[in-house]
């Protein structure tokens, strides 16, 4: 049984069920949105220690969490935009920026690489921490603030680099920590990754 791609469509299947509880239960279903996407994020941390230690983080797993990570997080996005509307109006700007950029990592690396990007680089990490700290101020607390901001701030920061990390590396590659190591793969260093952090 592979655990880690189980942990994967695990996170797949919460996608819709995400956005079902906001669009059809509403406001009521705030708190099981907040713990569907706390047991997301537990399957995301758990698939890649667990794939590690088998020793069968492929290329491929790698590829397939990342693509999934971005249906998922989108769907708690969409989710909260259901549910905040007027929020999200107001910083729309700002989202628009940050999607827009997804979608240039992704232009950028098709176009230069024939594959999709899958960098989880630290700073992304880092953005998804700031992501379920703003989701859970907002949905459990109404709340937005100084996490929300954070959040958009890290969104716009992390899609930055990854952006220039595509545009550093010679070749497609994954699980790039930083700027300073594609920097270094493009000198023709090998770089070292940490097993807790990249693949």
């Keep these: 049984?592979?655990?880690?791609?189980?942990?994967?469509?695990?996170?797949?299947i919460l996608a819709?069920?995400?956005?079902a509880l906001a669009?059809?239960?509403g406001e009521s279903a705030k708190m099981a949105i907040v713990v569907l996407m706390y047991l997301g994020l537990?399957?995301?941390?758990?698939?890649?220690?667990?794939?590690?230690?088998?020793h069968i983080s492929t290329v491929k797993l790698r590829r397939m969490d990342s693509q999934v990570d971005m249906v998922f997080w989108l769907s708690v996005g969409f989710a909260t935009w259901i549910l905040f509307p007027k929020l999200i109006a107001e910083n729309a700007i700002y989202?628009?920026?940050?999607?827009?950029?997804?979608?240039?990592?992704?232009?950028?690396?098709?176009?230069k690489f024939n594959k999709p990007p899958c960098v989880h680089a630290v700073l992304s990490k880092l953005w998804s921490i700031s992501l379920v700290v703003a989701f859970t101020a907002?949905?459990?607390?109404?709340?937005?603030?100084?996490p929300f901001v954070i959040a958009l701030v890290l969104g716009l920061?992390?899609?930055?680099e990854v952006i220039v990390i595509l545009l550093f590396l010679p070749k497609?590659?994954?699980d790039i920590p930083s700027v300073y190591h594609a920097y270094l793969i493009r000198k023709g260093y090998k770089i070292k990754r940490n097993i807790y952090l990249n693949g």
């Design 1 to 12: 049984m592979n655990i880690p791609v189980l942990l994967i469509l695990f996170r797949l």
């Design 16 to 19: 819709p069920i995400l956005l």
């Design 23 to 25: 669009y059809f239960v």
């Design 42 to 54: 537990i399957s995301d941390v758990l698939d890649g220690i667990i794939a590690r230690k088998q």
């Design 95 to 111: 989202i628009w920026m940050i999607i827009g950029m997804e979608i240039t990592c992704y232009f950028i690396s098709l176009v």
């Design 138 to 146: 907002l949905l459990a607390f109404s709340h937005a603030g100084i």
């Design 157 to 160: 920061i992390s899609q930055f």
């Design 172 to 174: 497609w590659t994954h």
